[in-house]
Every structure is written in C-alpha cells, then in structure tokens.
C-alpha cells in the first residue's frame, strides 16, 4: 500500500534530475554518495541519534534514528559492514531566514484501505477548487498540474503536501521537497494520479511542448534521464524498467490531453500560455 511504502535514497537522486530535464526546477540538488557510518555519521551524532545505533545480528552497523513512523529497529538503516548509499540534498535556508508555508493538496489521499478521497469518489472537486484562493490564481492551478505531473512520470503516490516560501505570498512557484516513495513498480502507471489533470482538463503550454518534443523525439525522456544520472556517483541510478516506463507514461498523459478535446473544449483552455 502507497503509504507503507519504503523510501529509497535512489527516487531522490532520479527525481532531481528528471525535475532539471523538464526545466521545472521545483527539486533542490540531490547527489548520491557512499559513507561511511561509523566515522562520518555516529562519530559525529548528537546524543540522541547515537543512542539509536546498533549492531545487527549479521554484524552490521546499523540506526534508526527518531521520527514519527518506522523509526525502529525492524526498518532501521544498515551498512556492510558499516558502508552505506545514501542521497544528499541541499540545505534549504533555515526557517528565520527562508520561512516556508505547508500547504495541504486538495488531491491528498485518503491514506486509509476503507475509504477513498472525495475526488476519488466525485470528478467536480476542480469545479470546486479553482474557485477559491490561492487556486484561483491561473499559476497556482498550473503548478499543482505540474507536480502530479511528475509524480505520474515517476510513480509517487505520495504527495499530501507541498511547501512554498511564504515571504512570496500565494503568488509563488511550489517545491517538491519529497520524492523517496518514487521509482517504485515500474510496470504500474497508476493515472489516478494524474486526477487534477483530467478533472481540470488544463495543461500548461510550456509542459504540453516538452512533452510533444519528447513524444516525437530524437531524444526521448528515458534517454535523456539516462545521460543525466550516469552524472552521479553511484550510477546506475535506476533500473532500465523505470526509464522505459518514462516514454510510455508520456504517452498517457498526451492521451488524457487529447481525451480532453475530444470532450469539445476549446484548445486555448486546455492547453494555456501562462507565460511561466
């Protein structure tokens, strides 16, 4: 189930560079590299993370560190013996100085086995949503499709909420801070996911042209992204399953496009130059 899902150093690393490859720069730089847990981790801990340190019955060096869900010893971290992957991403400025605002996506989940969310159930909640603020600015609305977007290229699930910098008011760009549930089953293009998409049947003009140019090639997404990650230090990133599923996943969203004109809406109000 989409919420018990593992995280995976590895989604990050790809999600970067598949946000840089489609020019939404909405993913701060992550990079992969090895460590090296007893010296540059549990030698430099805090006490309560060092506490959460262990060794595992094959004779690893393992933690867990401290949060609200999976923090124990049964989905703990481990190295072999003490090395480990792991994905780095750039600080973003602390609080005082870049103060960040949460919002809730009116596309969440439900997170529940027994119940769906209403616009799993109803298919006017857009009709609802892009009467009221912050969604009533013709941005906002785009770069929500954006996101789930590229959580339908790359399989996450997982998107209750986004963050924006809140000195920028509502009049600001998203940023897609948490990626680790992407690049899971590569063989599931689930298109629920693309609900705002279809629901709203809007797609930004700069998105619609990179996706046709990648459709209709030369270069296709997979190949791009493949260049892209052999970048990174622990290449290869993903598997050749997840890159073939960019091409074909390309494909469904121009189809859910098209599905929209065939509805008889006008071209201009699906695909919309807002200039961004």
Known sequence: FYFSDYERHYAEIGAFHLDRILAFYRVPPV??????????IKRL???KLAKTFFISPANNVCFHGS?????????AICGNPDTVEASLATFLPPEKIGRRKTWRNPWKRSYSKH?????????????????????NNERRLQDLIDMHIFDFLTGNLDRHHYETFRDFGNVTFHMHLDNGRAFG?????DLSILAPLYQCCVIRYSTFIKLSKFYLGPEKLSNSLRKSLNKDSLRPILLE????????????ILKEIAKCLEKGIEVENVIVDDFF
């Open 185 to 189: 089953k590569s063989h599931k293009d």
């Open 115 to 135: 119940r769906k969310a209403y616009w799993e159930v109803y298919d006017d909640l857009c009709d609802k949503v892009r009467t009221k603020p912050p969604y």
């Open 45 to 47: 801990a805090d006490r």
């Open 31 to 40: 990079a992969g590299r090895r460590f090296n847990m007893t010296y540059e």
């Open 67 to 75: 949060c609200s869900y999976y923090c124990d010893t049964g989905h």
């Open 241 to 252: 399953p997840h890159l073939i599923a960019l091409d074909r996943r390309v494909v469904l």
